[in-house]
């Protein structure tokens, strides 16, 4: 089955700068990877995602990255605010023939104002 | 818009008591419907998942169990809850390519 990896498990990081999260996934047969953040006692909410046919893109102040051949995505936030402060989970999913979603440990992202 | 509902919001309840929680979704049909527990600080754990009705996939075994009887409704259940069921229970739905969760039941075991 699939495994996704996700790193780094906390990242701190100063109001304005960037951070950056990194997944890896094993199935090659996995075509579509969402990205959830998730604030403290609330659900996860889908913030961005992309599809195996598509290298990046982007949302504002977010943007996703997509190397089919490495098999690894990553979540790039740029000007990072206090708000931005929140848990974010990766995932992978074969969404035309798979019904699972497999999701990465998370990442505990601060922001220091 | 699509809707997902879940009830209730927190729980307390003893060692040895059951258990059920329930989970609609509204504004779509046939959606693949999931059932994940979250402990503290903790990742996301499948614990089933259902493709239609009366169609349940569990991912680990435990003492719990799903069912699916409408298309639209999910519920998750326990004949004798452990301490170790203690956390944060998220129903998802999702049709191809998107999947969204419901608000979460807080379940203490005590």
């Known amino acids: 089955g699939e495994n996704v990896e996700q790193h780094p498990s906390t990242l701190s990081v100063q109001e304005g700068d960037s951070a950056v999260i990194k997944c890896t996934y094993s199935d090659s047969a996995s075509n579509y990877f969402p990205w959830y953040k998730q604030e403290l006692g609330k659900r996860p909410q889908l913030i961005i995602d992309i599809r195996s046919n598509v290298g990046e893109k982007k949302d504002q102040r977010i943007a996703v990255t997509l190397n089919k051949t490495a098999k690894h995505f990553s979540l790039h936030i740029t000007e990072t605010q206090p708000e931005d402060s929140a848990v974010y989970f990766c995932?992978?999913?074969?969404?035309?023939?798979?019904?699972?979603?497999?999701f990465g440990t998370g990442t505990s992202l601060t922001v220091i104002p | 818009s699509q809707t997902i509902h879940q009830w209730p919001a927190t729980l307390v309840q003893p060692v040895g008591s059951p258990l059920s929680l329930e989970c609609t979704v509204e504004?779509?049909?046939?959606?693949?419907l999931y059932w994940y527990r979250q402990a503290a600080g903790r990742g996301l754990q499948l614990l089933f998942y259902?493709?239609?009705?009366?169609?349940i996939s569990s991912e680990v075994p435990q003492n719990l169990s799903a069912s699916r009887p409408q298309d639209r409704q999910f519920i998750l259940s326990s004949k004798k809850l452990l301490l170790s069921d203690s956390g944060f229970y998220l129903c998802?739905?999702?049709?191809?390519?998107?999947?969204?969760f419901g608000p979460g039941t807080r379940l203490t075991v005590t």
């Open positions: 995932a992978a999913s074969a969404w035309n023939t798979g019904n699972q979603f497999y």
């Open positions: 504004g779509t049909s046939n959606p693949n």
């Open positions: 259902s493709v239609g009705i009366g169609q």
């Open positions: 998802a739905w999702s049709v191809p390519g998107e999947q969204y």
